[in-house]
């Protein structure tokens, strides 16, 4: 709005100053134009006189020839006459010309004064043009260039005197601000005072109690001695009495009802679904299986116990006899697609766990089951769609939200991943598959930030291993530890996590794969290519 006022001001000024001089221009040409009609007038009136005048010069001339040829006839009569009578002789020649000059002369000087006014006419307008614009315009730019001038100088002196409290109150806040640091320094000093005194008692403390220590100490040594031989007796004690209460509670507890071998056989069942030691289980398994070879049920068991035992190929020969026998039993389908899985025949496990989805459709485990063996394929997208459909069936199930993180994480989804992952954990605390894909999700977002950190994704890796130790994905935590270590760069660490995960499981194309790109990282392409077709000869299956 300032402005607007001050360029309005400037506007008004400029009209009032073309008015001003509108004014003097039309002044300056009316006179102008007065002074011209005078002139025209007063040439007119001459010129008429002198017509008058030439008039009465040619009456006069003719006069002169007159007295001319009389004076030629007779000279003598016309001084006589001029001496009788001068009055009635006609002026001379030269009186005629005297009048004309005279009568020329008064023209002339009307004209020349004529121009003359004119000249101090405009003479006087050409002078008084640049007063009056001072008077009437500079005047005005002169009082605002002093207004602006007096404004200019409040407002310095606004800021001037503004600049002076500042600068006081900056020296309050600065001496201030100096007088805590003293306090605190102050303070600072007598902690470190007091902190010394302390640590003063506690060396002396401590050399005592060193003091003490060393009369002890050989005493103590031969106490824990002792101890450590009794314990030895008491441990071999103890030893002995578990293993004679493990064979007493391995033998067949639970009673055939009678001496058929169906009962005897359902018996030996139960005994090795509750039994505590595998190797026993495993027995009376068989024995069962022997008694009744075509119930697909303890067929099933048995392959179930040499699963868990590891013993892929004894325990797909049972779960294929199982399904011969009930070819319509979705969980022996199912348990037949897993033994397939482990022995890495992906696709015949698929085809055994889109049958057992078949059979059930709403069966949460089975369409899990059927997205881990796509994950493994590396068909994410897919195994994603049955993650979602077997957590919508089961939303409670820790397992199935787990999976879903998983393939979240492979399609490269890592904030949906770290959510499923978290929810997983908070209802199944001891999954180390969750921890797992939970510490690489967390890698893969910190590998997005300019300054990552990667402390608390490697505390997830770290807890994976500890909770999958005893479990048959020890080998997988320990690649995923190996694959975040190469990620961030600390190659030694991950060639270590390698080596654990072949110890494990030599058997494992994953562990082959990671070999190469550390190998490949560490500018070993002789070994990288080594253990790349190792990879593939096991049955890797690149990612798409």
């Known amino acids: 709005m300032e402005k607007i006022k001050k360029i309005m001001g400037q506007i008004k000024k400029i009209i009032e100053w073309l008015s001003l001089s509108y004014l003097i221009i039309c002044g300056s040409v ?12 007063t040439h007119r009136t001459t010129r008429q006189e002198l017509q008058e005048r030439t008039a009465q010069i040619e009456t006069l001339l003719e006069g002169f020839s ?12 016309f001084i006589q006459i001029y001496i009788t009578d001068p009055d ?31 000249t101090i006419a405009f003479t006087i307008f050409s002078i008084a043009m640049p007063i009056m614009n001072y008077v009437f315009v500079q005047k005005d730019v002169i009082v605002s260039l002093r207004e602006k001038q007096d404004e200019m100088k409040e407002a310095f002196e606004k800021v001037y005197a503004s600049s002076i409290l500042e600068q006081k109150k900056m020296k309050e806040e600065f001496e201030a601000a100096s007088t805590a640091s003293r306090e605190k320094h102050t303070e600072l000093q007598n902690n470190y005072d007091n902190l010394l005194s302390e640590l003063e008692g506690i060396l002396k403390e401590q050399k005592e109690i060193k003091s003490t220590l060393d009369t002890e100490i050989p005493r103590l ?16 004690t103890v030893s002995h009495k578990l293993d004679e209460h493990s064979l007493r509670t391995s033998q067949i507890d639970i009673e055939p009802i009678s001496d058929s071998d169906a009962d005897k056989a359902k018996a030996l069942y139960l005994n090795a679904m509750t039994g505590i030691r595998p190797e026993l289980a495993l027995t009376h398994m068989k024995k069962a299986v022997e008694l009744a070879p075509d119930n697909a049920q303890y067929r099933n068991g048995l392959a179930g116990i040499l699963h868990d035992m590891k013993l892929y190929h004894e325990a797909l020969a049972e779960i294929q006899k199982a399904v011969e026998l009930e070819p ?57 769609a049955e993650h979602e459909k077997a957590v919508e069936l089961d939303p409670k199930d820790g397992h199935c939200i787990a999976s879903l993180g998983r393939a979240r994480y492979k399609l490269k989804r ?3 991943a770290l959510e499923s992952l978290d929810k997983a954990l908070s209802m199944s605390p001891n999954q180390d598959r969750a921890y797992r894909y939970r510490g ?53 660490k991950a060639k270590k996590d390698l080596t654990n995960a072949l110890l494990i499981d030599d058997k494992e194309p994953e562990t082959y794969y990671w070999f190469s790109v550390y190998y490949k990282k560490t500018n070993n392409p002789a070994k990288s290519s080594e253990y790349l077709a190792k990879a593939y000869e096991l049955g890797y299956i690149p990612e798409p």
């Open 414 to 416: 890592y904030s949906t």
């Open 30 to 41: 009316i006179i102008s134009v007065a002074l011209i009609i005078i002139g025209a007038y």
């Open 328 to 384: 319509n039993n979705a969980t022996y389908r199912d348990n037949l697609g897993g033994t397939l899985h482990e022995m890495n025949r992906l696709q015949e496990a698929l085809v055994e766990s889109h049958k057992a989805v078949e059979l059930e459709p709403n069966n949460a485990q089975y369409r899990d089951n059927l997205g881990i063996t796509l994950h493994n394929m590396k068909r994410y997208p897919e195994a994603l």
């Open 221 to 236: 040594e031969g106490v824990i001695k002792q101890a450590g031989q009794m314990s030895e007796r008491v441990a071999s």
């Open 440 to 492: 690489l999700t967390k890698i893969a977002l910190e590998q997005m930030k300019d300054t990552p950190n990667y402390e608390d994704a490697m505390q997830d890796l770290d807890k994976a291993i500890e909770l999958g130790k005893d479990g048959n994905s020890s080998h997988y935590n320990y690649l995923a530890r190996a694959e975040a270590y190469i990620t961030i760069g600390e190659y030694d």
């Open 66 to 77: 007159e007295i001319r040829a009389i004076a030629e006839a007779d000279q003598y009569d």
């Open 88 to 118: 009635a002789v006609p002026y001379t020649l030269a009186d005629a010309m005297s009048l004309l000059q005279s009568q020329y002369h008064s023209f002339t000087e009307q004209i020349s004064a004529l121009i003359a006014l004119f």
